[in-house]
């Protein structure tokens, strides 16, 4: 197998990320609820896309690219989070983005501005057509004698994988140090790349750990496109870590549709600043911490089991959702 950390990585965040038992909910609930702060990984507002982008960006480094074309939605984190990473290390920020979502200049929106992204917009609510775009910029930046390196959708590449393989890596050391058994990880998932890479760093320290992610938008097949993730991170890694479908385990808390305040995702996140006193977002974290909720309440854990939350981040979007929308309201 290859070491992780023979992989090229460029250093964009402040690691290691804080690791604690969440005391006050885990009381309130009687569970052993812990939090990773990858929140507070400290690229612009922080969250999951830095442990990525520092494997990613490096491979367009080693590339000798000098522009990064990359995909969401309109307040997408990983947009943002690749077009500031791209301004420190030197490299040229582009972003083709779903027109779907724009808010105005708040949020993600605006922090797209404060670090000069190139921003296009495509009207259409399907990635191929996003995709297709994406080739067109890169042509377009090729005739312009520039070198385009492409990242898809939250980069989920087995290069962004590896960097939850390492972050999970490093949760294990911080749990070992404190004497921490984990039984349960549990995040938000998206394109799939930070559950696909949590599993294969638990398999690589052979840990029976179950990683639970929870889908904060309607797809198909997706624990295919995880598990498939999956199965190139360990090509990446020239290993066979007998991942097999069972470890995909997927649950659903998207509530009225993706980026959409739901009830549950906004009493969690009301829950959590008042007695943790950290935030979540509504879009992903705040969706997956009340589906965690959920499942405890369900009697989906065992009393004595451990759970760890992954803090992936999101933090614009709480000051960018619309104020009309009714959930939103609940937080007056
Ligand atoms: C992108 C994102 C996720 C989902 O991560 P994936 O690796 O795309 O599944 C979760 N939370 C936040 C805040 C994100 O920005």
């Known amino acids: 197998m290859k070491e992780i950390t023979s992989f090229p990585k460029v250093s964009l965040g402040c690691f290691p990320t804080p690791f604690y038992k969440m005391e006050n909910l885990s009381r309130k609930l009687d569970m052993s609820i812990y939090v990773k702060r990858d929140d507070l990984s400290g690229l612009a507002a922080g969250g999951n896309k830095t442990r990525k982008l520092e494997y990613v960006l490096a491979d367009a480094m080693a590339q000798k690219c000098d522009t990064v074309i990359t995909t969401g939605q309109a307040q997408s984190n990983h947009a943002v989070l690749t077009a500031v990473a791209c301004r420190k290390v030197g490299l040229e920020p582009i972003l083709v983005l779903k027109k779907r979502g724009v808010t105005g200049i708040k949020g993600n929106m605006l922090l797209n501005k404060i670090v000069d992204a190139d921003v296009r917009f495509v009207d259409s609510d399907h990635y191929e057509d996003v995709y297709r775009e994406m080739d067109l910029v890169a042509e377009e930046q090729e005739q312009k004698n520039r ?97 097999s479908k069972e470890d995909i385990i997927l649950k659903e808390y998207i509530g009225p549709g993706y980026g959409l305040p739901s009830a549950e995702g906004t009493s969690a996140i009301k829950l959590v600043a008042c007695t943790e006193g950290f935030l979540l977002d509504p879009v992903y974290t705040g969706k997956a911490f009340g589906g965690l909720l959920s499942l405890i309440r369900e009697g989906y854990f065992k009393k004595n089991e451990t759970i760890v939350f992954i803090h992936t981040g999101g933090l614009p979007a709480l000051f960018a959702v619309d104020a009309d929308y009714e959930s939103k309201q609940e937080l007056k």
Do not use: M, W
Request: proline share 4%.
């Open 147 to 243: 070198r385009p390196y492409q990242i898809p959708l939250g980069a989920s590449v087995p290069l962004g994988c590896l960097g939850y393989a390492a972050g999970v890596i490093e949760l294990f050391a911080q749990a070992d140090q404190r004497g921490t058994r984990i039984d349960h990880i549990v995040c938000a998932s998206g394109s799939g790349g930070t559950q696909a890479g949590l599993i294969v760093g638990a398999k690589i320290l052979n840990k029976d750990t179950k990683i639970i992610g929870i889908l904060t938008s309607p797809e198909q097949d997706f624990d295919k496109l995880v598990y498939n993730l999956a199965l190139d991170t360990c090509k990446l890694l020239e290993t066979d870590l007998n991942i």
